[in-house]
């Protein structure tokens, strides 16, 4: 374990009054929106309004529901083996059937359940939009759609978007907790990662080094090395032994209570070549712009512009990422978008990634990330910053 520095250990979970909170604040914008009732699907939205927290939804197996009315307390249409889980959550609504059913995998009784609802509007919302998915099978979502009474399907993903961007004050805890674990697990590779090792084998100790140091999952960790820099942030880790020369990035989005981190580093072994060299301080030079940038009143395509004007001045030739940050929470990536076009506000209690990278060479790429959380009057780092200079580690 290594010895921490990170602040006290949140309590895990969440208090009733802040599922009634989060609640009330959806139906609010269920009004504006003329909507009956949203159906939820997917693990993060049920979780969320429900504190409903199993890894069971690793099986693809069971579709479970949970429905948010117009006024009052959510209820819950789920497969009977969740049902003990279930009540232990704030839901006292709880219906289940014995699944897997594929016949009549729980519609009947979840179109039962909306109908049960007062109909003021004639719409049901589900989240069919951008970075949504419905995660049943379409035959049932259509089955549902054709057997609701009278009402119309509707797409609240955007809703939902808006909604979860802003974190409480518990939400924030949690995510700065698990950055405070995984930036002293990334400090820590520079006293074991040495010329010689894989990429796989560097990301397995610090795996173990995150999770022996109280984080709860380490399953995300990219990694990318080549001489003089890497051709891409996302296939490793990989076999591939380092040498003398080339230059290495971990990400990782590990979690604490169901909130991510997600940020990186970068190294060089036994030596780095000056553009290299050159092109980290470039993106960790971006990633202040973008710090700067990122207050209330600003937009997303704001803290863009800060970054990328920094690294098209050092010479960037392009991005291949396709944004420079995003959205943190109970997913690894959540919106808004850092880029040219998005224009999202920011708003105290939004938690972001900054994320410059360029290709800086042919077929070499240098990523820099960062998570900050924005406050009332401009930005806290929540990850412990890296060095302005690429560390070269040698054996």
């Known amino acids: 374990m290594l010895n921490s520095s990170f602040s006290k250990t949140p309590n895990r979970g969440f208090p009733e009054s802040e599922f009634a909170e989060r609640t009330q604040r959806l139906q609010s914008a269920m009004h504006d929106a003329g909507c009956d009732a949203v159906v939820l699907t997917t693990e993060p939205n049920v979780r969320y309004f429900s504190g409903f927290f199993t890894q069971f939804w690793q099986s693809p197996t069971r579709p479970w529901f949970l429905i948010i009315p117009s006024a009052g307390k959510p209820v819950a249409v789920i497969p009977e083996i969740g049902s003990a889980g279930m009540a232990d959550t704030w839901i006292e609504d709880i219906r289940t059937w014995s699944s897997p059913r594929p016949e009549d995998d729980g519609i009947s009784l979840l179109v039962e359940a909306v109908d049960e609802l007062p109909r003021r509007f004639g719409k ?15 035959r049932n979502f259509e089955h549902f759609r054709n057997k609701l009474s009278g009402r119309e399907v509707i797409d609240v993903g955007a809703i939902l978007h808006q909604q979860r961007m802003v974190k409480s004050t518990l939400e924030i805890e949690k995510t700065r ?73 971990i990400d990782t989005g590990s979690t604490w209570d169901g909130y991510f981190c997600d940020f990186d580093r970068n190294w060089g072994f036994e030596t780095a070549d000056d553009a290299s060299l050159r092109a980290y301080e470039v993106v960790w030079k971006a990633t202040e712009a973008g710090f700067m940038a990122a207050r209330p009143g600003a937009t997303t395509s704001d803290v863009w512009r800060a970054m990328n004007e920094v690294m098209v001045d ?74 302005p200079e690429m560390p070269v580690l040698k054996n």
């Open 177 to 249: 907790y698990i950055c405070g674990i995984a930036s002293e697990a990334f400090a820590n590779v520079e006293n074991y990662a040495r010329a010689g090792m894989s990429e796989r084998e560097v990301c397995k100790q610090m795996q173990l080094d995150l999770l022996s140091s109280g984080a709860d999952t380490a399953g995300y960790m990219v990694a990318g090395s080549g001489k003089g820099g890497y051709d891409s942030i996302i296939m490793g880790p990989t076999n591939r032994q380092l040498a003398t020369g080339d230059i290495l990035i």
């Open 314 to 387: 050092g010479g960037s030739l392009g991005n291949e990422v396709g944004r420079l940050g995003h959205g943190l929470g109970i997913e690894l990536t959540e919106r808004p978008s850092n880029t040219s076009d998005d224009g999202t506000p920011l708003k105290a209690g939004m938690i972001l990634t900054l994320e410059p990278g360029m290709t800086f060479a042919a077929g070499k790429q240098m990523v820099h990330e960062e998570n900050i959380v924005i406050t009332d009057d401009g930005a806290e780092w929540l990850t412990q910053r890296a060095a």
């Open 124 to 138: 049901v919302g589900m989240t069919l939009g951008a970075e949504t998915m419905l995660r049943m099978p379409q």
